[in-house]
């Protein structure tokens, strides 16, 4: 069993915002994540899947097959969009780090399947800040 | 002479959006840029001085107190905010990293005088976009 | 199950140097990292915790009050010192990065019980060698 | 039980291409991997070790003694080279980084033996192309 | 006025060796970058262009414009390919870095003109060495 | 003329302290980094040269032997060093980047003299801090 991860990067606007709260918890719960006119980041998703390598080709997926289903179903449909706003499957998510991530095993392991099996996630939100997901 | 750079970082959100324009023309010149809802950054900022160290401290400004400057007078007031909406010395102006690298000049400038003399500004956008600044 | 990791910083001096043992012995094992008046890393600490997040806030804790409590316990501690004298908890401890890492993670572990399970802690002493480790 | 990472760089050039087919269908499969010519990369490995550190030198290996068998029977074999054509332990591997980093841990694990334990090996082709492989 | 940093990748394999000169020669001076069957790098091309921003868009060209250019004439011109055999505009060049960024000068700056004045090159072929040219 | 970057690293400790103030004087002009028993640092020295390339190797001067020059004559003795101590050209120095850089300036040109003209010196102190020196 050998894992192979491709990066892919996309950039978004944010915030953290509890409509069930008053302005006040959510200042208190979220600091200036919660600023009202929203921040943003350049987001980097690693996507590690694994697999046993075909002699032939020596690999069970080609790293470009793999590349071109996160574009078309992650990254290019989050790239310069707001989290909170614009993305159906991320209607009603708390925009975390955690829970897009989690949306993101969701949309993206059924276009792996048949192909290899979805092994992690890796959102990185800062240089100083990341969260890993396994799919459960 | 010596040049001295203190990096700093702020995460924003933005759009790039001309109100003199329509909507289709906006589209045609900023692209996915112009997004109504916003995206956003993860900025970095390059500061860098010029002196000639004081051979009793071995500098001509302290980088602790170069940081103190800089965090207090750009990077801790445009962190977690929208650079279209949220500050004053940038309303009016394009939210592009060359016109907010120009307007941080004009804002960080002054707090330096008399304490070292400002050589570059560098802003790094996404790992594969930057621009620097060096005041003329 | 989601993982979260923080990053933190501190710069410190240490050496290896087995007081048991003679100068030759020293040298023979430890090579230049032996030398007798210091040498010091830019050290970075991942910590990396563990837990199910909570649909209210899209988090089990808030990366900002990890990062609090990394930064009091832990790296605003070591920042700036020598590891072989100035720090307590690590009395009698080689201070390699696996030994410093293991001193870390009993010194951490109990600020976190109650908030979120403590799963990795990764140091980094050069951009060349890091360590791991999982609390056993 | 600790993890320690050392890591070592080669740069070598490759090629995908599989003699058992055609010139056509070579191309569908690697597309530009397939260039008759050759291409390159930096590659970058990470080997991990594991074991438990003596008291008396705070680790379980020397990471310099890690890095010259590396060195030694891995990168400085490696750098610099074709790995289609000139390394006799490659000889008949299609050389993704999948092949290749299952090729290295063959060939590194015996020089391990009576010193420590092999983990994990990562090979990093591209700044977004990585695999990991466990020894199974 | 204000520069402008764009950044872009290719991967490709290439030998330094002059047919002028005795294989003895050619391993006295280029060491093992003459291997016969060539090695290869992850080349990252920084292209700075410079201008005065036009206040409607706030810059003097968008990036993904200057992204484009830099794309067609050069990186995806030389991307997994062999710079020894299989440029037009390479042949006859020794492909160190100095030369093929000067090579890279000639090719990119006629397709910028009227658009934007290039200022500088800047060449990485491995994380310890890059060069940089300014046209003359 | 074009300008050729190698970087080489040290690993060193230091402290800030001017033997002719009070302890009370250097702790509030040096903070944390007057720390008496010392802290320390991953030192990275990019060293820039500058020259015509030949035409017959493709360079003014092979990267491999400007390498061995910096290593020989700055990095390897500075390495696992105490540089307030350790090191005959730094006594009476301040150990700042700023003043290091100076130093090392100073005692790498001679020895490229004859070779290629040293253009700047950038010493990184840590991911946030650097200095840059261009001989006066």
Not at 31 to 47: D, I, M, Q, R, S
Not at 62 to 76: F, P, V
Request: proline share 3%; glycine share 6%; with cysteine.
């Amino acid at each position: 069993m050998v894992y192979l991860t491709r990066i892919e990067n996309f950039n978004a606007a944010h915030k953290l915002y509890n409509e069930a709260w008053s302005f006040e918890k959510n200042q208190a719960e979220f600091g200036k994540c919660a600023n009202a006119n929203w921040h943003g980041h350049n987001y980097k998703l690693e996507v590690t899947v694994k697999g046993k390598p075909d002699k032939a080709t020596g690999y069970f997926i080609n790293a470009a097959e793999l590349s071109s289903i996160i574009k078309r179903e992650i990254t290019e449909v989050l790239d310069h969009k707001n989290l909170n706003i614009d993305i159906d499957w991320l209607k009603g998510v708390q925009p975390t780090s955690e829970m897009i991530c989690i949306s993101i095993w969701k949309q993206l392991s059924p276009h792996l399947e048949g192909k290899c099996q979805l092994h992690k996630l890796k959102l990185v939100e800062t240089p100083n800040i990341y969260v890993e997901y396994y799919g459960e």
